[in-house]
């Protein structure tokens, strides 16, 4: 659950549902699954969180240009967490594809860390509840959710995707119009 919860990927729906299932064998018990799933979501988190709180300002003064990225950009990302920060952690957690980065941007907006953990918290654990949850009452049929998640891992991937183009698109188009004209 840490490689989850960092940009590894590592699905929830490829390993809760299994833990589910060995749940249901008397292997592993619910309390210690959802804790340690927790846990192990809050500790990747954190990862991810220090490696934006840390390099999110440094890269993007260095690379950001390659990525059309500018400082006003870190500006409105930080200003998004503060007002909608603790509402957006939760919500990714429930995100397939999101929830892999969304600990990056809040940490590089210097999100507050103990809302931060707190809300990885609660969305982790339900998350990984439910699907435990699922792969309990599935039992030896537990690959079935792996089975119809994946499709919705693509659509998630396929419409962040079309997002970035567009926003590239845009910022391109931005840039250009931005630059002054020389007289040939």
Do not use: C
Not at 70 to 98: A, M, N, W, Y
Not at 104 to 123: C, D, E, Q, R
């Amino acid at each position: 659950m840490i490689m989850e919860s960092m940009v590894l990927p590592m699905p929830s729906e490829a390993v809760m549902p299994f833990a589910g299932f060995l749940i249901s064998q008397k292997v592993l018990s619910f309390t210690g699954v959802i804790f340690y799933s927790a846990l192990g979501g809050i500790v990747g988190s954190l990862i991810s969180y220090y490696i934006g709180f840390y390099g999110g300002t440094p890269f993007v003064k260095k690379f950001g240009r390659y990525f059309l990225l500018r400082q006003d950009d870190l500006r409105k990302t930080e200003q998004f967490f503060q007002k909608h920060g603790q509402k957006t952690i939760f919500i990714s957690r429930f995100i397939p594809v999101v929830r892999h980065f969304i600990s990056l941007p809040a940490g590089a907006s210097k999100m507050n860390i103990g809302k931060f953990i707190l809300y990885t918290a609660l969305g982790a654990g339900l998350w990984n509840a439910f699907l435990t949850w699922v792969g309990f009452v599935l039992k030896e049929n537990w690959t079935r959710i792996e089975q119809y998640t994946k499709y919705a891992d693509y659509f998630i991937l396929l419409a962040i995707l079309i997002a970035v183009v567009i926003i590239f698109q845009k910022r391109i188009k931005k840039v250009s119009l931005e630059q002054p004209k020389t007289p040939l």
